[in-house]
């Protein structure tokens, strides 16, 4: 009996086993199915690519994001609208390898979040989308007046704004570039009309400046955005424009020119608008932001379209003259001759600047924001740039003010001549006055002499510390510093240093830091250096 009931026992436990053991194998299998899904769930989300769509046909559509969010595709010969994607998704790049690459952001960000954005490619021969990288080096909401490019076949993300410092983002290694040559890179990012031979661009005019003080003098240009062209003879279209009064309630999301099917697109307050000549009526397509057409820039180059290497997707400056126009970025100038049908990105072999970046000799400037025709002087111009400002560096207050350049120059025989350059001064200010009555006005510089090396509390004394230089032209039509030729205005700021050093004096009586000793020396200088020349017979 002892070995039946043992025996029986034993079948038991063994039936048992086999069955905690099915049990198990099923668990561990319906968990691998399910982490198997989650895993094909977040590689290849809300792809829903109706049967319309024609892969073959793939680098002729416009691609855009929807302002809240999923990238689409239209087709102008069908037209026809498909949604490619649900996500919040924007800044669509069709790339040579048959791939839309775009951005994945968080539709909520809250400023503890540590945001990530999510680069994205779709496949589109496999209807697939997978996640390439997280990025934390590029803001964590989109921006529908940024243009996003994806460069060196998808290794590099381009970011381009009207109003800022240009970017270049290693999408592996999650990084800023530092130092590269957007130069080198402009040109693949022209939008170009193959067949009659136009670039089109983006420009954003706002022109001011507050460093010429007589504004009489100036011609300034007007400001307006618009999307604009040029063509081989160096002539420029308005397809689209915005006036002054309406920029700060419209704006552009950027344009593509299809070469395929000859329209210009455009978006404008997030809606994309189609145009097939500049003087139709623009047509209304549907919501969208940052559209993108493919560029097939091999065949451009082979066929000898040399407008497309005109470097100026996105531009800020426009000033056009009978025979030089020039355009710009905040950190770039173009100059056209018009008689030659010549154009050139200006370097520092050019004119007498340096630039700023060793790899790019064209990047002249920090912070262009200003070029207009000078009246008083023949064929001359007045160029502003402004310092930029670091993060977190404690003269940022003072910097806004701080000159980066400032030029008088005219072009002659087709070249840069420079006739005044002054740069890296705080609170310029500068004045054309006829002073010795020659036809030609002296230019007078005020500017703050100090480099506000005091503590912060009293940093801003510093700015009492004002020099003026006077320039007079000579008969090489060039400035040249003619400051001892007029004593009364040296006499005049003899004495206003004389009552910042008499305010000096009153501060130090009770005991209370006003200057510190390096810009109390400078006064010193400063009070030494007018009283020569307005003593001077």
Known sequence: MYNIVTGMLKKHSHMRGKLMLYLIKSVNVSLILVFALYIFASCSPQIHVDADFNK???????????????????????????????????????????????LRFDREVSENDNHQVKVMQWDIKNDRVRQVNNLTSIPSSPDPAMQV????????????????????I????????????????????????????KAFGWLIQYPYQNV??????????????????????????????IPREDMFEQSYNGFAFDNFHQFLFFSKDKTLYRL?????????????????????????YANNVDIIRFPWPIST??????????????????????????????????????SKNYLDPAQLFDRLIFIGKLKPLPSSYFLVSMKKIETGDRLATIKRDKVDIISIFTIRDSSWFNQWFSSSQFYSEVWLDDLNNN????????????????????????????????????????YERSSEKFPEIYRELWERLFMVEEELKAYQREGILFLCDEDVQLLKELIEQSRHIALED
């Open 56 to 102: 073959e046909e793939a680098r002729h559509y416009l691609y855009f994001a929807d302002p809240d969010g999923g990238i689409r595709a239209y087709h102008a010969s069908h037209q026809t609208l498909h949604e490619i994607t649900e996500g919040y998704d924007f800044h669509p790049n069709f790339l040579e390898s048959e791939e839309v690459w775009f």
């Open 149 to 168: 490019f994806f460069v060196d076949q998808g290794e590099k993300i381009l970011l381009l704004h009207h109003s800022r410092e240009p970017q270049l």
């Open 170 to 197: 290693d999408i592996e290694m999650d990084r800023h570039i530092d130092y590269f040559s957007l130069s080198d890179y402009l040109e693949g990012l022209n939008y170009f009309d193959q067949s009659s031979q």
């Open 212 to 241: 010429l003080k007589n504004k009489k003098d100036l011609d300034l240009p007007p400001s307006y955005a618009a999307i604009i062209s040029l063509n081989k003879e160096l002539q420029w279209t308005i397809w689209d424009s």
């Open 276 to 300: 097939k000549s500049h003087d139709q009526e623009k047509i209304s397509i549907v919501k969208g932001i940052h559209p993108f057409i493919y560029q097939d820039h091999a065949a451009a």
């Open 317 to 354: 400056l426009l000033l056009q003259d009978n025979e030089t126009s020039f355009i710009g970025t905040t950190q770039f100038l173009s100059i056209i001759h018009h008689p030659q049908l010549s154009f050139a990105s200006l370097t520092e072999a050019d004119t007498i600047f340096m």
């Open 439 to 478: 036809g030609y006005p002296e230019v007078i510089h005020h500017y703050c002499a100090s480099t506000f090396p005091c503590s912060e509390e009293i940093m801003l004394n510093s700015r009492s510390l004002v020099w003026i230089n006077v320039y007079s032209i000579n008969e090489y039509q060039q």
